[in-house]
């Protein structure tokens, strides 16, 4: 007979890369029939082919790498989702929250370990530390639901966040005590809080600006990754540098690109799907190896460690979560979410213990010993389990009674415009993507909608050569979008005019509103407008969107919004409303709005109530000719937006026609957005295939100025 044994544990590379690829490919399958989270699924597959298991798998120098990353990632991806508006909002409810999370575990953690465990104070210290402390373990199962940007889950992120740092500096101070033979000194700790402001201003200086700076530059896909988890690993290294765990360097980094990377976004989706499909799942595999579920069956102090640590540290979290609940009057059900997600130890108690295991108290006794070691490891098992249960039932509790528990985010884009269509018209491919970047921004994620990608050539003796290239343009952009998760539909179409073109693809597809760029070849056509969007928006009642973005939207600082009196009147007022809202939200910089007061009143009270998350301030226009200084105001970093009328609605007014040369002369070759709001007027299917190509618009005034320019020019 042959003896399997041999060959096991395995320790060829490539099938160990390869069990642990099948491992991360059924487990979600296995666990999903048996109606258990996932993250468990990973950590118990670790305990079985680990050594304490089956011994399939050695815990090679693979585990410690990408378990690494995988810590680091799921850190990271903590600060670049939450909700940085939210967190600045609710800032002393984190502190509450954090204060408490921490105190208590470790309050009765310490009383446990001397009173019951009989640990020294120094060991007692360690042990509550990695109790009071959590990891994010969890935070997955809350991004699968959606609730990234939930209160109650940057609250629980922060205050976690919050224990993480207080937890590290007592680690330091307990370890230097132990190696110094002394507690630490004045000195001690001035040296630390030099080193810790030196790192946070270091970081929050460099990193935005080398960010922008890279970003403007380079807009490959593959590069953009590279330099952000670049930028991870290196705050992390730098924070191991001063004496923290690269852990919180992760997370802290992951804070300062939050505002550099939309929720959206291509990029963001790259991140998420290497970390969730590799580097996640190798790090929860590997801390499943690391369990020794046999010293159970032992007996002995072992299980007397083990139940105390574990029914202590819950206890203490439950308390934390619950309490914190009460104080800030919170539903309970926000209660249970706080506590699944700040349950879990994982990472850092790994960590934590096996500094405890390197620092040495006398000669040859080390400050954790072997039965503290194998007692936390086993508590991580227990305490993953708690977590990721109570975290998945409360997540979707909270999605489905959210509305009425009076725990909605402030979101009700679900329930506003649900005849959203996107029409995405596109001719260059130099601005293509820019512009299918900001109908993703704009779109509604919940409607989980698809958009429509555009390309309208002229049907002359070019147009199969037109056809082609048109065909690839919209190839690319199916592409684009699929990084993002977003479908597209495409259609190349030909027209004999192309304004009238986009407005039967516009009636066809029967879309909400459209987007296109604003002219920007002279050679083609010298008028501001270019051929055809005169023609459309004259042509067509609904939204219009035209865009002009010299750089990533992601670099943009603000957002400024021109509004013309009267504008609230007009029925497209909070669909355009509602996109510049989306839009400033996903990549997180302000909006100024500018108009006149009755305006402004009732956007601040639609912004208050719908999307408090945006920094919008609010600065007075009584008259439209403010729009010169405000544009000569506006910076190259800054977009300006126009909120624009169509001849003969309600909004519009004689100044509106000089748009054109005021752009121009004043605002030239920088970020604008011209807006055309949905008005009355004829319905879509007013026009038909019939209709004569539709002439350009031009007043008596401009067509004057034009004779003019053309005379004077042939003298």
Same mark, same amino acid.
């Given at each position: 007979?042959?003896?399997?044994?041999?060959?096991?544990?395995?320790?060829?590379?490539?099938?160990?890369?390869?069990?642990?690829?099948?491992?991360?490919?059924?487990?979600?399958?296995?666990?999903?029939?048996?109606?258990?989270?996932?993250?468990?699924?990973?950590?118990?597959?670790?305990?079985?082919?680990?050594?304490?298991?089956?011994?399939?798998?050695?815990?090679?120098?693979?585990?410690?790498?990408?378990?690494?990353?995988?810590?680091?990632?799921?850190?990271?991806?903590?600060?670049?989702?939450?909700?940085?508006?939210?967190?600045?909002?609710?800032?002393?409810?984190?502190?509450?929250?954090?204060?408490?999370?921490?105190?208590?575990?470790?309050?009765?953690?310490?009383?446990?370990?001397?009173?019951?465990?009989?640990?020294?104070?120094?060991?007692?210290?360690?042990?509550?530390?990695?109790?009071?402390?959590?990891?994010?373990?969890?935070?997955?199962?809350?991004?699968?639901?959606?609730?990234?940007?939930?209160?109650?889950?940057?609250?629980?992120?922060?205050?976690?966040?919050?224990?993480?740092?207080?937890?590290?500096?007592?680690?330091?101070?307990?370890?230097?005590?132990?190696?110094?033979?002394?507690?630490?000194?004045?000195?001690?700790?001035?040296?630390?809080?030099?080193?810790?402001?030196?790192?946070?201003?270091?970081?929050?200086?460099?990193?935005?600006?080398?960010?922008?700076?890279?970003?403007?530059?380079?807009?490959?896909?593959?590069?953009?990754?590279?330099?952000?988890?670049?930028?991870?690993?290196?705050?992390?290294?730098?924070?191991?540098?001063?004496?923290?765990?690269?852990?919180?360097?992760?997370?802290?980094?992951?804070?300062?690109?939050?505002?550099?990377?939309?929720?959206?976004?291509?990029?963001?989706?790259?991140?998420?799907?290497?970390?969730?499909?590799?580097?996640?799942?190798?790090? &929860?595999? !590997?801390?499943? $190896? #690391?369990?020794?579920?046999?010293?159970?069956?032992?007996?002995?102090? =072992? *299980?007397? @460690? %083990?139940?105390?640590?574990?029914?202590?540290?819950?206890?203490?979290?439950?308390?934390?979560?619950?309490?914190?609940?009460?104080?800030?009057?919170?539903?309970?059900?926000?209660?249970?979410?706080?506590?699944?997600?700040?349950?879990?130890?994982?990472?850092?108690?790994?960590?934590?213990?096996?500094?405890?295991?390197?620092?040495?108290?006398?000669?040859?006794?080390? &400050?954790? !010993?072997?039965? $503290? #070691?194998?007692?936390?490891?086993?508590?991580?098992?227990?305490?993953? =389990? *708690?977590? @990721? %249960?109570?975290?998945?039932?409360?997540?979707?509790?909270?999605?489905?009674?959210?509305?009425?528990?009076?725990?909605?985010?402030?979101?009700?884009?679900?329930?506003?415009?649900?005849?959203?269509?996107?029409?995405?018209?596109?001719?260059?491919?130099?601005?293509?993507?820019?512009?299918?970047?900001?109908?993703?921004?704009?779109?509604?994620?919940?409607?989980?909608?698809?958009?429509?990608?555009?390309?309208?050539?002229?049907?002359?003796?070019?147009?199969?050569?037109?056809?082609?290239?048109?065909?690839?343009?919209?190839?690319?952009?199916?592409?684009?979008?699929?990084?993002?998760?977003?479908?597209?539909?495409?259609?190349?179409?030909?027209?004999?005019?192309?304004?009238?073109?986009?407005?039967?693809?516009?009636?066809?597809?029967?879309?909400?509103?459209?987007?296109?760029?604003?002219?920007?070849?002279?050679?083609?056509?010298?008028?501001?407008?270019?051929?055809?969007?005169?023609?459309?928006?004259?042509?067509?009642?609904?939204?219009?969107?035209?865009?002009?973005?010299?750089?990533?939207?992601?670099?943009?600082?603000?957002?400024?919004?021109?509004?013309?009196?009267?504008?609230?009147?007009?029925?497209?007022?909070?669909?355009?409303?509602?996109?510049?809202?989306?839009?400033?939200?996903?990549?997180?910089?302000?909006?100024?709005?500018?108009?006149?007061?009755?305006?402004?009143?009732?956007?601040?009270?639609?912004?208050?109530?719908?999307?408090?998350?945006?920094?919008?301030?609010?600065?007075?226009?009584?008259?439209?000719?403010?729009?010169?200084?405000?544009?000569?105001?506006?910076?190259?970093?800054?977009?300006?937006?126009?909120?624009?009328?169509?001849?003969?609605?309600?909004?519009?007014?004689?100044?509106?026609?000089?748009?054109?040369?005021?752009?121009?002369?004043?605002?030239?070759?920088?970020?604008?957005?011209?807006?055309?709001?949905?008005?009355?007027?004829?319905?879509?299917?007013?026009?038909?295939?019939?209709?004569?190509?539709?002439?350009?618009?031009?007043?008596?005034?401009?067509?004057?100025?034009?004779?003019?320019?053309?005379?004077?020019?042939?003298?």
């Amino acid at each position: 007979m042959i003896e399997l044994t041999q060959y096991f544990p395995i320790t060829n590379p490539t099938m160990i890369f390869f069990i642990v690829l099948i491992t991360i490919l059924f487990a979600p399958i296995v666990m999903g029939k048996l109606r258990i989270p996932h993250i468990i699924g990973m950590v118990l597959a670790g305990v079985a082919l680990g050594k304490y298991g089956f011994d399939i798998l050695e815990r090679d120098s693979s585990f410690e790498l990408f378990g690494r990353v995988g810590l680091l990632y799921i850190m990271f991806l903590a600060g670049i989702e939450m909700d940085l508006q939210g967190l600045k909002k609710n800032v002393s409810q984190v502190g509450i929250f954090g204060v408490f999370t921490f105190a208590i575990p470790f309050v009765l953690m310490y009383i446990a370990s001397v009173w019951l465990l009989g640990y020294s104070h120094l060991a007692s210290v360690l042990l509550s530390c990695i109790m009071s402390t959590n990891t994010l373990i969890a935070y997955p199962i809350v991004a699968r639901y959606g609730l990234q940007k939930h209160k109650v889950t940057t609250l629980s992120v922060g205050a976690s966040m919050l224990s993480l740092l207080i937890t590290l500096i007592l680690v330091a101070a307990t370890t230097g005590a132990v190696q110094g033979g002394e507690r630490p000194g004045v000195v001690f700790w001035l040296l630390f809080l030099v080193k810790f402001v030196v790192y946070c201003v270091l970081l929050l200086f460099m990193i935005p600006r080398l960010t922008r700076w890279f970003l403007r530059m380079y807009s490959d896909s593959v590069m953009q990754f590279i330099f952000v988890l670049a930028i991870m690993f290196l705050s992390a290294a730098l924070s191991e540098l001063i004496g923290l765990e690269g852990i919180f360097g992760a997370f802290f980094s992951g804070l300062i690109l939050n505002r550099y990377v939309p929720p959206l976004s291509p990029l963001m989706n790259r991140i998420e799907f290497i970390g969730n499909a590799i580097f996640i799942p190798y790090f &929860l595999i !590997g801390v499943g $190896m #690391l369990i020794n579920l046999r010293l159970l069956f032992e007996g002995g102090g =072992i *299980i007397t @460690t %083990v139940i105390c640590i574990v029914v202590v540290g819950t206890l203490g979290k439950a308390l934390a979560a619950y309490i914190s609940c009460f104080v800030m009057k919170l539903p309970w059900l926000a209660g249970h979410l706080m506590f699944g997600l700040t349950s879990a130890h994982a990472a850092a108690g790994i960590a934590i213990v096996m500094i405890g295991m390197k620092t040495q108290v006398d000669k040859g006794v080390y &400050l954790v !010993g072997d039965e $503290m #070691l194998n007692g936390v490891v086993v508590m991580i098992l227990f305490t993953c =389990i *708690i977590s @990721t %249960v109570v975290t998945d039932r409360a997540a979707r509790q909270v999605v489905l009674l959210r509305e009425k528990d009076g725990m909605d985010d402030g979101d009700d884009n679900g329930k506003r415009g649900n005849d959203e269509k996107i029409l995405l018209s596109v001719k260059y491919p130099e601005t293509a993507a820019t512009l299918l970047n900001l109908a993703i921004l704009m779109r509604n994620p919940k409607l989980n909608r698809g958009l429509i990608a555009l390309n309208v050539v002229y049907d002359d003796a070019e147009a199969d050569a037109n056809q082609r290239r048109g065909q690839q343009l919209l190839d690319d952009i199916v592409q684009r979008a699929s990084a993002a998760d977003v479908r597209v539909q495409t259609q190349v179409r030909l027209a004999t005019n192309i304004g009238n073109g986009i407005k039967h693809a516009f009636k066809e597809f029967d879309c909400s509103e459209v987007i296109f760029g604003v002219h920007m070849h002279p050679n083609s056509s010298r008028v501001f407008w270019g051929d055809f969007a005169q023609s459309v928006f004259n042509g067509l009642s609904r939204q219009i969107i035209i865009a002009r973005c010299m750089q990533p939207f992601s670099t943009l600082r603000a957002v400024k919004v021109a509004i013309p009196s009267r504008a609230e009147f007009e029925p497209g007022f909070y669909r355009w409303l509602e996109r510049l809202c989306r839009f400033v939200q996903a990549i997180g910089c302000r909006i100024v709005f500018n108009g006149r007061e009755d305006t402004l009143e009732l956007i601040r009270k639609y912004v208050n109530e719908q999307y408090q998350s945006v920094r919008a301030e609010y600065v007075s226009m009584p008259k439209w000719v403010g729009l010169i200084d405000l544009a000569e105001s506006t910076n190259a970093d800054e977009m300006l937006v126009v909120v624009t009328a169509r001849q003969g609605t309600v909004s519009y007014k004689a100044a509106l026609e000089s748009l054109p040369e005021e752009l121009t002369e004043h605002y030239h070759g920088k970020n604008l957005m011209i807006i055309f709001p949905d008005q009355y007027g004829p319905a879509p299917d007013t026009f038909t295939f019939a209709t004569t190509s539709h002439r350009e618009q031009l007043s008596a005034y401009h067509e004057l100025l034009i004779w003019l320019r053309r005379k004077f020019t042939k003298k």
